[in-house]
């Protein structure tokens, strides 16, 4: 039974990793298929492994409910408002007296209703608030007190005026004519873009590449069952 | 705007403002309305389970076409499951060894092909593309060499590397300075978009009347 | 207590209600800056534009309603630029909550171009995996998706007749809240060589760069002003012939630059106070 819980997912782990890695090196219609079934399972597998997600949740608020724990209200107001939105896409409805059409899918029903009038709005909300906090912590906290703090600074500065309409407008009329031809003084826009496409793009592209290079060593180390964080805990 | 319109604007109105009220401080309505975001998230994404995941990949697959094999990915579905349930949470360990392992297998060489190797190339190409090319791609292949070494720790900075990874921290410091405007950014954008909302449909579409 | 004290130590209520203000009242009443595109959003929309009538694009809405204000304007501005060049879009989304705000463009955009499901367009809906949808469409697109979001078999539909797979596809447009552009760009740009174009939220904008420097997306558009310029383009080009109206990201411009003004000069003013105190203090502790 150990041999189950510990040494067959590792085997299992390596088989998996070492075919579909050689795979990509073995270009034939054979492999294709395989691939496509890899990935026709997986689809099916990450369905139920979000349900999980969902399941837990769940669980953690109807416990909550039952030991009557501090807030357990506000876990009656999740579930109630879970089993409507559920059943409003999962039963054949037919509300057509009120004006609501059936079908999960129909723009006119009520599960589409809910989502529109309730579900956006309040998610969006949720992380629009943080544009005040981003505001008062660039007020309060942001501070020049070194050399590369200045240049990050500096950098946020020129992106938050050059990338926003007036920036063009703050600067477009500042020339000066040099041999017969205009010069913009200070080209925002062309400053803006350089940054952006030069060094940003160095500097990330310097990043991603240690990045990649990790991803690939953190992979070899799953496939050859040194890392095994993904079996979790227990024996 | 029919009478359901209206109903609705007025409830995400309140729920947009109740939100909001997180700003002053966190509150019993702020409270209920971060509850009912998650109970009505968590109801559209079992929707979203049965009718994009189960029906289509499993249910048609096995009952409609035949195809037996689509029962091999829902058992391992379900052993998944199991592991809320302490004494079979071992079982979702094959589960999860199928397909990282496969992920990470297939992911090393098409990340190597499609991504290292790309963006590598791009940053040895050669002088070729006039004065001003030529200096940016100076100023990029300084960049990511600044950068690596910066993130190399095997060797300590001081004397020459240390001078060499000061030049990496300084492009590493233009683009989170970068990043920072672009968040920033973001985030207004989103406000910009609730407040669009407030006014255009719920003051003056609905309170109003205008457009309606 | 002097201004530079009370710089100091304000009251985080007031920036939060200067901000409210700075947001809404340019709504109210627009100054209507003009939106000059870059060649980043230029570099997706001259892509498209080029693109001969009859040209699949494939559209990947993976974005939620967090990132609407930011990203559901360029998917409509995208359909509409579809729709109008007799483009046939494939829209699917990545992105669990996608759906519901995919389908409400998409159809928006059906019912004024007057176009057909499963034979001018077709949404394909949502699938898990991510990786795994897109390796399962380099292969085939009807068996990754068997039925579209609508419950209706892929392989009888009309427009899946000569195209199977992505690089039957003559465009890719990724619209991504998060970070599948990187997936797309190396799990089907560029093993099948279809030119793709990336529109993405502001925070991750700046991490793409490397992609649109070394050519591996035609064009960039980050966050509002990114969907603004689109939105501004096609309006430039088609506004009069098909009745486009102002876009909601150009309209909030200007809220947007007063914001973004506001807290460059607040951390102008800020610092230079800080510098202020802290010379204050030093001279303090040399008389002391």
Not at chain 1, 10 to 22: K, R
Request: charged share 15%.
């Amino acid at each position: 039974m150990l041999f189950f819980k510990r040494q067959w997912p590792i085997i299992v782990a390596f088989v998996c990793g070492i075919v579909m890695w050689a795979r990509y090196y073995i270009p034939t219609e054979q492999s294709q298929t395989l691939q496509d079934e890899f990935v026709r399972w997986a689809r099916i597998l990450f369905g139920f492994a979000a349900m999980l997600g969902i399941l837990s949740l769940l669980h953690h608020h109807w416990n909550k409910i039952k030991f009557k724990r501090p807030g357990y209200g506000f876990s009656w107001i999740t579930l109630v408002a879970f089993v409507i939105m559920a059943l409003t896409g999962l039963l054949p409805i037919s509300w057509q007296w009120i004006g609501f059409a059936e079908s999960f899918r129909d723009l006119d029903g009520p599960h589409m209703y809910l989502f529109e009038y309730m579900f956006v709005p309040m998610q969006a909300t949720m992380f629009s608030v943080l544009a005040f906090f981003i505001a008062s912590a660039g007020f309060r906290a942001f501070r020049a007190r070194s050399v590369e703090a200045t240049a990050l600074l500096v950098a946020g500065c020129i992106i938050m005026i050059g990338r926003v309409p007036v920036g063009d407008l703050i600067t477009s009329g500042w020339t000066a004519s040099i041999g017969g031809t205009d010069y913009s003084i200070l080209p925002f826009a062309q400053v803006t873009d350089w940054l952006l496409n030069i060094p940003n793009a160095a500097a990330q592209r310097g990043i991603i590449l240690g990045v990649i290079l990790s991803q690939i060593a953190i992979a070899v180390r799953i496939i050859f069952g040194i890392e095994r964080t993904y079996m979790g805990g227990g024996d | 705007m029919t009478i359901g319109e209206i109903i609705g604007i007025w409830v995400a109105a309140g729920l947009t403002l109740m939100m909001f009220s997180f700003i002053y401080r966190d509150n019993a309505f702020f409270k209920l309305g971060e509850h009912l975001y998650l109970g009505i998230s968590v109801g559209y994404f079992v929707n979203i389970q049965y009718w994009q995941v189960l029906v289509p990949d499993v249910y048609r697959a096995i009952k409609v076409n035949h195809d037996f094999l689509a029962l091999i990915p829902s058992i391992l579905g379900i052993f998944i499951l199991l592991r809320l349930i302490p004494s079979l949470a071992w079982l979702s360990r094959m589960s999860f060894a199928f397909y990282i392992g496969g992920f990470a297998g297939l992911a090393i060489p098409n990340v190597l092909h499609g991504y290292f190797l790309p963006q590598l190339f791009e940053t040895l190409r050669p002088f070729d593309a006039g004065w001003a090319g030529n200096l940016n791609q100076l100023v990029i292949l300084l960049g990511v060499f600044t950068v690596i070494i910066f993130f190399f720790f095997s060797l300590e900075h001081k004397n020459v590397v240390g001078g060499i990874s000061r030049v990496g921290l300084f492009f590493i410091m233009v683009s989170f300075g970068a990043s920072f405007g672009y968040t920033v950014m973001a985030r207004i954008s989103l406000l910009v978009g609730r407040f669009q909302f407030l006014i255009d449909d719920w003051i003056m579409g609905v309170i109003f009347r205008q457009g309606g | 207590m002097d201004f530079v004290n009370t710089i100091l130590n304000l009251d985080r209520r007031v920036i939060y209600t200067i901000v409210g203000l700075l947001v809404a009242i340019p709504l109210i009443w627009p100054f209507s800056l003009p939106v000059i595109p870059t060649p980043e959003t230029r570099g997706i929309y001259n892509a498209m534009d080029a693109l001969p009538p009859g040209s699949h694009v494939m559209i990947a809405a993976d974005f939620d309603p967090a990132s609407k204000p930011e990203l559901l304007p360029m998917l409509e501005a995208l359909l509409a630029h579809c729709f109008i060049k007799d483009l046939k879009p494939h829209l699917l989304t990545l992105w669990p909550s996608g759906p519901g705000l995919a389908q409400q463009a998409i159809e928006r955009q059906a019912e004024k171009y007057g176009k057909e499901s499963g034979t001018d367009w077709c949404f394909l809906g949502f699938r898990y995996g991510t990786v795994a949808v897109i390796l399962g469409m380099t292969s085939s697109i009807t068996d990754t998706f068997v039925t579209d979001f609508y419950g209706k078999a892929t392989s009888s539909m009309p427009i899946y007749e000569r195209v199977s797979d992505i690089a039957d596809m003559d465009y890719l447009v990724d619209i991504a809240a998060g970070a599948t552009v990187e997936y797309w760009v190396v799990y089907a740009a560029e093993p099948e060589g279809v030119p793709m174009g990336a529109s993405c939220t502001a925070v991750s904008a700046t991490s793409y760069y490397p992609l649109l420097q070394a050519g591996q997306i035609t064009g960039l558009s980050g966050g509002m002003k990114g969907t603004a310029e689109y939105e501004v383009l096609l309006r430039e080009e088609y506004g009069q012939s098909f009745n486009i109206p102002t876009g909601d990201a150009t309209k909030g411009m200007d809220a947007q630059s007063a914001v973004h003004v506001f807290i460059v000069l607040s951390i102008i003013i800020a610092n230079i106070c800080y510098f202020i105190s802290l010379r204050r203090e030093r001279e303090e502790r040399r008389k002391a």
